[in-house]
């Protein structure tokens, strides 16, 4: 069974820094994909980024990137220039074709990690 | 565009009754997902349906059922509600139901059960 890891239940930065949220996941899967979604207070989940395990490359948005340790079974989030609207919990989630190939979205997510932007 | 949307916003019952939360999702998406998250946790997977049809399901008891309408909207029912199934119900839609396909969020049900 696919497990993802979120280690840090709470981070905080300053606004205008860079802060990096960690996730590692486990599974005996080589095709899969990998996100982080954002979950602002009393809103709702939106993605942020996400990430083909089949490439290579980082992928980014804007001020968000990830480091992707495919070996490591690591994906982290960085998030630069950090503003007060960055302020939610964090989701680290996996998804991969199942057995046989058959496939459905069942995403595993993480614990989530609470990001707090302060001023 | 709309977003998904979900109906009711909030609810309350008490043990032993039944639930029906409801859910639009974005249109020309095909394929909706349900999951359940409990406060201080990550979601997880209840169902996914795609053209009427259950295409998986997680690791959740027969009290939890659900359907998909032809305009693919989709409800989730809970019978013998349990205080255990407090919790925010979100439903997600996408295009169809590839691993690769990016999910979308809808605002969610929140279900306290007293």
């Known amino acids: 069974a696919q497990t993802v890891t979120q280690s840090q239940p709470e981070m905080s930065v300053q606004e205008a820094e860079t802060v990096t949220l960690s996730c590692t996941y486990d599974?005996?899967?080589?095709?899969?994909?990998l996100f982080w979604y954002k979950q602002p207070p009393s809103r709702q989940m939106i993605l942020v980024i996400r990430q083909e395990a089949y490439k290579q490359q980082n992928a980014t948005e804007n001020r968000f990137s990830v480091n992707f340790q495919k070996a490591a079974k690591s994906f982290s989030l960085k998030i630069s220039d950090s503003q007060l609207g960055d302020t939610a919990m964090y989701f680290c989630a996996f998804i991969s074709r199942g057995a046989g190939g058959t496939s459905y979205g069942k995403l595993t997510f993480g614990q989530g990690t609470i990001l707090t932007v302060h001023p | 565009d709309a977003g998904v949307t979900q109906s009711p916003t909030h609810l309350i019952k008490t043990r032993g009754q039944q639930v029906t939360l409801r859910c639009s999702p974005i249109s020309g998406h095909k394929s909706v997902s349900w999951y359940q998250q409990v406060l201080g946790q990550g979601p997880q997977f209840i169902f996914q349906y795609y053209e009427k049809e259950e295409r998986g399901r997680g690791n959740f008891p027969d009290r939890f059922s659900a359907r998909q309408f032809p305009n693919y909207s989709s409800e989730l029912n809970v019978n013998a509600l349990l205080l255990g199934d407090s919790a925010l119900y979100l439903c997600?839609?996408?295009?169809?139901?590839?691993?690769?396909?990016?999910?979308?969020f809808g605002p969610g049900t929140r279900l306290l059960v007293l």
């Open positions: 599974t005996s899967e080589s095709n899969y994909y």
């Open positions: 997600a839609s996408s295009l169809n139901t590839g691993v690769w396909e990016t999910q979308y």
